[in-house]
């Protein structure tokens, strides 16, 4: 509790825009997931839509993962640097 106390204080900023994009990344996985059951569910009838949006949500889960991860990266060097201080 104290390290969220500590990440509001001083990088709320930074803190809110990672959960942000980690929750966004999540939805695109989930996404991914309900493409794929509603594509094996209609095997007949594939249409070209549902294609464009795999192949979308993929680079999304991509990017929105990417920036999570640079965020909370340096979200975490700036929190070691005030710690180490």
């Given amino acids: 509790m104290k ?5 509001l204080k001083n990088s709320g900023k930074d803190f809110f825009l990672a959960a942000i994009f ?4 999540g939805a695109s996985g ?3 997931i309900a493409v794929i059951n509603y594509a ?3 095997l ?3 249409p ?3 294609i464009v949006l795999f192949v979308s949500l993929c680079v999304g889960l991509w990017i929105f993962q990417f920036i999570s991860w640079v965020l909370i ?3 975490y ?3 070691l640097k005030q710690i180490s201080l």
């Fill in 77 to 79: 060097l700036k929190l």
């Fill in 3 to 7: 390290i969220i106390r500590l990440l």
């Fill in 48 to 50: 070209v839509w549902l």
């Fill in 73 to 75: 990266n340096r979200l």
């Fill in 22 to 25: 980690s929750i966004l990344s």
């Fill in 40 to 42: 094996i569910a209609n």
């Fill in 44 to 46: 007949q009838n594939s």
């Fill in 30 to 32: 989930a996404g991914i």
